[in-house]
């Protein structure tokens, strides 16, 4: 029998907001337990919350790039429910009206695009994070994280496969970090999903029963997850059983999921508006002035690059794709000449530097003018392409520039013929059987007069010249 | 010379004569705190700071408000930095708070003197004062009588002549219930009026502070300094504050007053009822016109309270949970067995009825029959209220149906007995409407309370029209004798 998956997500972005949704508190990642807490956060008695508007322009930026509807009234919810990390026992979120209803996004799966429509968009605050594992006998509270701002961007049921999933979450991060509505970094918890998925059999129209998996934080995790689900529910399935409607974890060590909690504790959260809230309202000039400050998308930028640099619509596509990459890209630009040179540079060996680190530019000690250097140097011959691969691996570590380490190192080209003949004459003398043997009609040798010249010479001899020279002096 | 019974200006104007100092106040305030220590009006007094602030206020000669080293008693659910606030319930008996309500800071800056904080019914849920942990507080004119709620310590210490105001705060009537009762003058504002920061929630979209005082104008005098918008309290109006006190003294003559015609008084108290009817002979003397209104859906008021209230209630009481502050149970098993063991051991019983029914009220499959169909209840109150404020200026009305009762007397067996002293003042806050109880005579040496209610933020109409009674009556100067509380 053949199965058809029916998947849909329900994304958390974490918004990039300076302060929390509903007090002055700092959102910043990684401070000591409990120091970003206010009086608000911690759910004192007595205070009441405010909203950050940082926080619903963010979210209309997000509406206004996938198509969607914005509520330009949109009002909070309570959902209640009791938690040690959610100190004031409701979250406060959004039910009825949310900020935006609607849209679409577009992934690209294989090569081949889809469109995945979304349901809504809601804000809300984030619980604290409760620590079990620190204190004998005690669990610990931090509540840091508690009211950071979360966009919960729900798609409808229309992934079918893990790969997809995949795929939308990568369109996802684009958009969010381009939009600069989230830092998207997956591994401190800013980008995060819950995955809907259900099994039936190919042709049905009616849904199979779903279960949902909480709290995935990387791609990886997410078709793992994903798939490890759909073959359980098959195997559930084709025995004849029912799948059971549950909350289940992703268990990355075993890479299995399993149930989280089962639906005899089913939360009735009883949602009623927030009540120490007024409706949200947002002016006509404020959707104005978020439209007109509309940053650049991708697809925007990659006919820029094209235009603007003249580069192959395959290298502004590849740079165009990561936020990251576009704005180093970006700044690089100021006094280069060879935007081709660059862009060969940052897809080729700075994209592999980066991979094989597993860090984002910005996170590296590559610093734009140095790049700049760089590729300036290459274009202008100071010194070859080969030498600037040792250079860059050099300022990978330990960040200096470019002309430091040519003059330093005295890595600058030899580019005056009669240097290069000189040290071409010396191999030719000392290597009399190899030249005999060339001249006999083993052309491949030729390669091997050019390995002794770089050697001699450290490797700055400039290619071009020395070719130009060997092949004179060996037709000889 | 005492100062009990004086009211602020009279105080004010002893202050400046240098007839007395500030500290003497305030300690002669405490003492008469003390002395009646009996009546329970108080959960905790403030007698250090407040002998210390009297001091500096005395050292700087800076006597610029009316409120200037006036001691005043604060309800015991407004937070107080580094004083004991308790909400007279287990839960918070000993919870201090880190920070200061704006209504407090408000009357602070004014230069006024916190004395202490006041008892109340345990998060202001109830009519009577007995919910308190605290015990009951005594009605100063009658010994084994409650004070009236949820505001009852506030109302019993302005009554005793112990401060000459305090603040209270009303969400269905918690303010001026009890100002009846105990024979002074009450006012609830309009919601959004005074800022909610640091007032510790019962229902959010009903509850709204408001002074208790000896006259009207007194009460003027709080009020100009508790109003205003504030940014920490988003559902605060940003509307402009008129000087209540200066409007004070105009005449009513051509004044619409509506009488409601759905209140049908006949089943009140005949007493209740003849007060009533001299105090509308009294406004027609002094120029009022009256004009019976009708407003339909009034009679679903206490059903409609008792789905919001208890709805609203259930929620912002879930942050009392043993984990970050209040009470916390000894020896629990595990997460849940803290909060089932905390909240038991914490709440009273009132309390927990109104969380249970909150929670049956919002819970799914019930909420669009009670909570959802209350609020648009709710909504219809509110537009009849508009409609007839397009032809009157005030609504008038008895306060409550009776007059202070005895302890235990009511709501021990059924509760809804005692939700039915809230008939009259729960459908202002409904509509978020301000209304004001004024003392107008006794009935059977027990005072009873005459409500008026205004126009959308038209408190001036309200002090005015309460006012120009008081200026022609002495039913605000009557003072209970408290000889039996020694």
Redesign the interface.
């Known amino acids: 029998m053949s199965w058809e998956t029916v998947i849909g997500l329900e994304t958390h972005v974490q918004l990039s907001t300076k302060t929390k949704l509903f007090s002055r508190a700092s959102t910043a990642f990684g401070a000591s337990p409990n120091t970003n807490v206010n009086?608000i956060d911690?759910?004192?008695?007595?205070?009441?919350?405010?909203?950050n508007k940082e926080a619903f322009y963010k979210a209309i930026r997000f509406g206004m790039a996938i198509g969607a509807h914005i509520n330009q009234t949109s009002i909070f919810d309570?959902k209640?429910y009791?938690?040690?990390d959610l100190?004031?026992?409701?979250q406060i979120t959004q039910m009825d009206l949310p900020i935006v209803l609607g849209g679409s996004i577009e992934i690209l799966n294989e090569n081949s695009s889809k469109t995945i429509n979304i349901t809504r968009a809601h804000l809300e605050e984030d619980a604290g994070k409760s620590i079990h594992d620190e204190f004998e006998g005690f669990?610990a509270?931090d509540l840091n994280r508690a009211g950071t701002p979360l966009l919960e961007i729900v798609s409808e049921p229309e992934i079918s496969s893990a790969k997809e999933a995949v795929a939308y979450m990568k369109a996802m991060h684009q958009l969010v970090t381009y939009l600069d509505v989230s830092d998207g970094n997956m591994a401190q918890g800013s980008l995060r999903c819950d995955a809907n998925v259900s099994i039936r059999k190919s042709g049905d129209s009616e849904l199979g029963i779903r279960t949902e998996i909480k709290n995935i934080n990387s791609f990886k995790f997410i078709e793992k997850a994903i798939n490890f689900e759909i073959k359980r529910q098959i195997k559930v399935l084709e025995s004849g059983e029912k799948v059971t409607q549950e909350t289940r974890l992703y268990d990355s060590a075993k890479d299995e999921t399993r149930p989280m909690r089962s639906k005899e504790f089913a939360n009735?959260y009883?949602?009623?508006p927030e009540?120490?809230?007024?409706p949200v309202v947002i002016s006509n000039e404020e959707m104005q002035k978020i439209k007109d400050e509309f940053p650049e998308l991708p697809n925007e930028k990659e006919t820029r690059y094209q235009n603007e640099y003249g580069l192959s619509s395959y290298d502004a596509q590849i740079i165009a794709s990561s936020k990251s990459m576009a704005d180093f890209f970006e700044s690089s630009l100021t006094g280069v000449k060879n935007y081709s040179l660059l862009a060969n540079w940052l897809i080729g060996e700075i994209s592999a530097y980066l991979n094989k680190e597993l860090i984002e530019i910005h996170e590296s000690k590559l610093s734009s003018e140095n790049i700049a250097m760089l590729i300036n140097r290459i274009d202008d011959q100071t010194i070859s392409g080969k030498i600037g691969k040792s250079i860059f691996e050099e300022m990978c570590i330990n960040g200096s520039s470019p002309d430091q380490i040519i003059e330093s190192k005295g890595l600058k080209q030899i580019t005056d013929d009669d240097s290069i003949e000189k040290v071409v004459d010396e191999v030719i003398e000392n290597n009399s059987e190899q030249v005999q043997g060339f001249k006999s009609g083993k052309e491949k040798l030729f390669g091997f007069f050019v390995g002794q010249v770089m050697k001699k010479t450290q490797g700055k001899a400039n290619p071009q010249t020395v070719n130009k020279i060997l092949k004179e002096k060996l037709a000889k | 010379m005492s100062i009990q019974f004086k009211s602020i200006t009279e105080l004010n104007e002893l202050l400046d004569n240098k007839a007395i100092s500030v500290l003497e106040l305030t300690q002669e305030s405490i003492q008469l705190a003390k002395k009646y220590s009996e009546l329970n009006c108080f959960v905790t007094l403030n007698e250090e700071n407040s002998s210390n602030r009297a001091s500096a206020i005395d050292r700087d000669q800076k006597n610029t408000s009316l409120l200037s080293g006036i001691p005043l008693a604060q309800k015991d659910?407004?937070?107080t930095e580094g004083l004991r606030?308790t909400?007279s319930s287990k839960i918070?008996s000993n919870?201090i708070?880190?920070?200061t309500?704006t209504v407090v800071e408000k009357l602070e800056d004014a230069g006024s003197i916190t004395i202490g904080k006041t008892n109340m019914d345990e998060f202001a849920m109830g009519s009577s004062n007995e919910t308190s942990f605290f015990g009951s507080v005594h009605n100063p004119w009658k010994k084994g009588f409650v004070p009236g709620g949820s505001s009852g310590g506030s109302a019993a210490a302005v009554a005793a002549g112990i401060v000459p105001a305090a603040t209270g705060t009303d969400t269905g009537g918690s303010i001026r219930q009890p100002a009846a009762h105990c024979g002074i003058t009450g006012l609830k504002p309009t919601y959004g009026r005074i800022s909610?920061?640091?007032?510790?929630?019962f229902?959010?979209?009903l509850d709204q502070a408001g002074p208790l005082a000896r006259s009207a104008e007194d009460c003027a005098i709080l009020l100009n300094s508790m109003s205003g918008y504030d940014?920490?309290?988003?559902?605060s109006l940003n509307s402009d504050v008129p000087n209540f006190l200066e409007n004070i003294n105009q005449s009513i003559k051509g004044k619409k007053i509506g009488i409601i015609k759905e209140f049908d008084l006949s089943d009140l108290d005949t007493e209740v009822q003849k007060r009533f009817d001299e105090s509308k002979k009294a406004y027609e003397n002094l120029g009022a016109e009256f004009i019976e209104v009708s407003l339909p859906n009034i009679s679903a008021s206490v059903p409609t309270y008792y789905s919001i209230a208890p709805?609203?209630c259930?929620?912002n009481?879930?942050?009392?949970?043993g984990?970050?502050?209040g009470h916390r149970a000894e020896n629990t098993d595990d997460?849940n067995d803290l909060?089932i063991k905390s909240r038991s051991e914490g709440f009273g019983d009132e309390v927990k009825r109104r969380i249970l029914i909150g929670?049956y009220a919002?819970?799914?499959g019930y909420?669009d029959a009670y909570?959802k169909k209350a609020q648009q209840v709710r909504r219809l109150i509110k537009n009849d209220f508009d409609q007839v404020f397009k032809s009157i200026d005030l609504l008038m009305t008895p306060t409550s149906p009776y007059t202070a009762f005895k302890f235990e007397s009511k709501g021990t067996q059924n509760p809804v007995e005692l939700y039915l002293e809230d008939l009259f003042t729960i459908s202002s806050n409904l509509a978020g409407l301000p209304a004001i109880s004024i003392p107008h005579g006794q009935v059977n040496s027990l005072p009873v309370g005459l409500q008026l209610i205004g126009n959308f933020l038209r408190e001036d109409e309200l002090l005015n029209a309460a006012h120009v009674f008081q200026q022609n009556s002495d039913f605000h100067h009557a003072k209970p004798n408290l000889e039996n509380f020694k």
């Not at chain 1, 100190?87 to 409701?90: C, I, N, V």
């Not at chain 1, 009540?275 to 007024?278: A, H």
């Not at chain 2, 009481?317 to 949970?321: A, T, V």
């Open positions: 009086l911690c759910g004192l008695p007595g205070v009441l919350p405010s909203v309570r209640n009791f938690y040690a100190p004031k026992g409701y669990s509270i009735d009883r949602y009623f009540p120490d809230l007024l | 659910l407004f937070c606030t909400c918070l919870f708070p880190p920070y309500a909610r920061w640091g007032m510790i929630a229902a959010s979209s940014s920490k309290d988003t559902t709805a609203e259930s929620s009481l879930s942050r009392y949970d984990v970050r502050f997460l909060y929670t919002l819970s799914a909420y909570y």
